[in-house]
Structures are given as structure tokens and as C-alpha cells.
């Protein structure tokens, strides 16, 4: 009997302490998932009510195809005028809203490679930690520009209902979180998100990040997806 109670001690302790271990590798990749928030916003996020800048100059050839100028006609004002618009949205009181999956989706295998490929003067070897489950996300701790707002997807019409929809805000774009893949050591991890614009309007990034001096940074967004 003594000897089957200390059997149960130590599966319960094995187990609680298993627990733990998952919490807080679940509470490390949510503090890097909030850390970087800020900086891929800046990079997939674009005010849409912006018209895209102005082309840059034309080349202007000869007869015989040669570059001899290029044609400026109208892109001094066209640059202003782009600069000047840019300004006032972003001086206006009027809130942009992103509408976020509710939840980070997991990731396949393939992203396990691309990470090892992507750092391999790095010599990585992958993460076990098991990333096959979602979990939800905390609006609180989403930071990014200040006139960003962002309200969980479940909140809208489904699909492409969601553009159909007069709000009294302006819905922005559209995004969602993956799970990160790290290394084994922790200090490089891959992701998955995007940006959506419209029913036919958006695209799809594979996101690489990396520790550096103590702090996560994105080392590079590639464009997996584009429509």
C-alpha cells in the first residue's frame, strides 16, 4: 500500500511538473508573438484609403533605343500631393480597425524546413515542442501604430461578407497569427501570417525572426501568397 502511494506522489509530481514545462513554453511563444506584433504590423499593414505613390520618372529613348532623359511630367505634384494626403490620414481621428483569426493556427513540417534552410550557416536543429494546438489571442496585448484597432474576425460577417458591411469605423485589412516554429536553443523561430484588403485583395508571408541582443526582431517577410 506505502509503496503504491509513493508510486502515485511521484506520477502526480512528474506530471504537474509536465504541466508547467508546457505552460511556460506556451507563455514564451505568446510574449515573442506580442514582441514582434509592433514591427509586422509596420510591415504588412498599408491605409488603403492611400492611393498607391506616384511611378517613378520615365525613361525617354531615341531612335535608336537608347536612354537619352526621362520624363518628369507631373511627378513633382503627384509626389506632393501623395506626401500631403499620406499626412492628413494620418492625422485624422478616424480608426482603423483589423480584424485578427481569434486564434494563432499551428504550422506544418514545412515551415520546420524552411526555418532550418533559411538559417542554415546556423546549423539549426528544430524545436520539439509540440505546436499543434491553437490558442487564443489577447486584443490587450496586440501593440501596434496608434490609430490601429483590432477586434477578434468571429466578431464579423463570414468570408467575403465582410466588405459588404457598412461600419461606423473603417475596416483596414484582415490577418491572422500562426504558431511559431523555433530551434532548439530558441533564438530563431518562423510564422506565418498576412494581410487582407478585399474579397480579391491581399497576400500571405512567411515571417523569419530572430534574437538579437536580447530582443526579437524580424529578419525577413517573405511573399508566400498574393491575390
Known sequence: ???????????????????????????????????????????????????????????????????????????????????????????????????????????????????????????LRLDSTDISTKYLIDLNKLQADKKLRFKYLSEFPEGSDIWKKDYNFHLSGTTSLSRIQFDSTKSFGVLRSGMGCGKLCGSGVRVFIRKENNKWIIDKIIVTEIS
Open 1 to 123: 500500500m506505502t509503496k503504491m502511494l509513493v508510486f502515485c506522489l511521484i506520477l502526480i509530481f512528474a506530471l504537474h511538473n509536465s504541466c508547467e514545462k508546457k505552460q511556460s513554453e506556451l507563455e514564451f511563444e505568446q510574449s515573442v508573438v506580442y514582441e514582434i506584433f509592433p514591427a509586422l504590423m509596420d510591415s504588412l499593414h498599408f491605409d488603403y484609403r492611400l492611393k498607391p505613390p506616384p511611378p517613378p520618372p520615365r525613361p525617354i529613348f531615341n531612335e535608336q533605343g537608347e536612354i537619352i532623359g526621362t520624363d518628369t511630367t507631373g511627378i513633382a505634384k503627384a509626389s506632393n500631393e501623395y506626401l500631403q494626403r499620406k499626412a492628413e490620414l494620418k492625422a485624422d481621428s478616424v480608426k482603423l480597425v483589423i480584424a485578427i483569426n481569434d486564434s494563432v493556427y499551428p504550422i506544418g513540417k514545412k515551415e520546420g524546413d524552411q526555418l532550418l534552410k533559411y538559417f542554415a550557416e546556423n546549423n
